[in-house]
């Protein structure tokens, strides 16, 4: 083969499936700032033992309230200001980021198994399996999630633990759904059906012929259900049913800074900006996987 026959194979071959999948995620600039700021985060949040100036649970009586530095009476010993019991607020948002990606990660982790066995089992059998299943989905999504959320953690008993499994329970019905939905139209395809003659059995079928073409919209779901998780965690933590004190979790931060909002500001603006720009970066990225696995999306 000449060169320029090699030459021009090389021109018409197809590029690298991520280099692909970069072209399409890179177009959509509020999906890149994203995931750089998830990035970011997340080193943060690995980083956080050595990045804090203090610890998230030292009480410095001494420095009760104390603005943020750049404010008149603030100290760059404490650049964020402190809480109504002298712990640093800087700190103590660091050690959050990482109680919320752990939070996140675990919900999604629990919850997209759970659904994906679900869902593709309920899709493959059909009949009175697949009916139960999703009539059960059914009845979970018409209550409201946080409420969900929140009965099933009061029958439980507050804590952390038991915010996760009723987060986790809460979002289940999206992945089951959205499984089912995909081993159904996948099912019917001929790869599927010259598997079958090829003589695969249902297992194989199911996890290892179907579920690798299913797997695009559950990680975009996936995605954006971090940030759901991380926003249901504060909430609950909010309300006095998640994480509880001294925890340092954005959401219960919230709670125990809210008598104080008229005099030292700081103590509720940075939690709160900081569960709005994590769950924010995470919607921008689920938005731009979205764009970049979907082919329907694609020029």
């Not at 090389?10 to 999948?21: D, M, V």
């Not at 800074?257 to 500001?265: P, S």
């Not at 709160?272 to 696995?293: E, H, K, S």
């Amino acid at each position: 083969m000449s060169a320029s026959a090699i030459a021009a194979h090389s021109a018409q071959a197809p590029p690298h499936p991520l280099k692909e999948f970069w072209q399409y995620f890179n177009e959509n600039k509020g999906a890149v700032v994203g995931l750089y700021f998830i990035l970011f985060i997340t080193v943060v949040a690995l980083c956080a033992q050595f990045i804090a100036p203090h610890s998230p649970f030292e009480q410095y009586r001494d420095a009760i309230l104390t603005p943020p530095a750049w404010q008149e009476g603030g100290s760059w010993t404490y650049p964020l200001g402190t809480d109504d019991v002298g712990r640093d607020i800087l700190s103590r948002l660091i050690y959050g980021a990482r109680l919320s990606l752990f939070v996140g990660l675990l919900v999604v982790t629990i919850s997209l198994a759970a659904g994906i066995l679900l869902g593709i089992c309920s899709g493959y059998i059909g009949g009175y399996a697949d009916t139960m299943v999703m009539r059960l989905m059914d009845i979970m999504l018409a209550l409201p999630s946080l409420l969900l959320a929140m009965a099933i953690v009061t029958i439980l008993g507050p804590s952390l633990r038991n915010a996760i499994l009723a987060i986790a329970i809460v979002v289940l019905p999206h992945y089951v759904r959205l499984t089912r939905a995909s081993m159904l139209s996948e099912k019917a395809k001929d790869y599927v059906t010259a598997s079958r003659v090829c003589g695969a059995g249902p297992l194989r079928l199911m996890f290892l012929v179907i579920l690798p073409n299913c797997m695009a919209p559950l990680i975009v779901q996936a995605t954006l259900g971090f940030s759901s998780a991380i926003l249901d965690a504060a909430a609950l933590g909010f309300l006095g049913m998640g994480a509880q004190p001294p925890i340092p979790e954005w959401g219960a931060m919230l709670a125990n800074a809210l008598q104080f909002i008229q005099r030292a500001w700081w103590v509720v603006t940075f939690p709160g900006l900081a569960i709005l720009l994590t769950v924010l970066a995470f919607n921008l990225a689920g938005d731009g996987l979205r764009d970049a696995l979907d082919p329907k999306l694609k020029r």
